[in-house]
């Protein structure tokens, strides 16, 4: 999966966001409706000791934006005529990289490949924070957006996890 990104990082100080999308819709592509179905299946295992509003209301969140993204990723024909930065795309791989070694020693399913094409397409394609608005976090607490700015409840509190997509994602600090 990550060996189709290093064709990306030649050359240019800048990547086209075409580029990125023509291997994300391959890589999406790649996933079926029973892979969906079993990380459905995972996610649902996965969260069954948390409170069940928070368990449902986040449930429902990733299958529309996580697992529902990836038929948007597959539809997307628009052109893309930005480009984004080399060096820092090469550290956001390094970092998915690490978190599908980690999490494919836990995971049976597709998810952290999912997780990586969506996190990628959310912030290089979309510019958008890889948790939507309104994804709810403990404390009642949710993303947020303010005058066109993506606010996050836990980014801060997660910046130090070795395979936080935190680190890459363009949401700022909720302050509360």
Sequence with gaps: MFDEYSSLTVGEAEISKDALLKILKKQSRSI????????????????KYVQENYRKETHKVYVKYFLGRL?????????YKESFDKNEFIETIALLKSYNLEE??????KFPLIYSIVSLYTTYILEEPI?????????????????????CPVKEANLESPNAVCKFCIAEQLEF
């Design 32 to 47: 079926s409706v029973f892979d969906l179905m079993k990380v459905t299946a995972e996610m649902a295992e996965d969260t």
């Design 104 to 109: 494919s020693k836990k995971s049976k399913t």
């Design 71 to 79: 038929k948007e990723i597959i539809d997307d024909s628009t052109i």
């Design 131 to 151: 948790h939507p608005v309104g994804t709810p976090f403990p404390g009642s607490l949710k993303v947020e957006e303010k005058d066109g700015v993506f606010y």
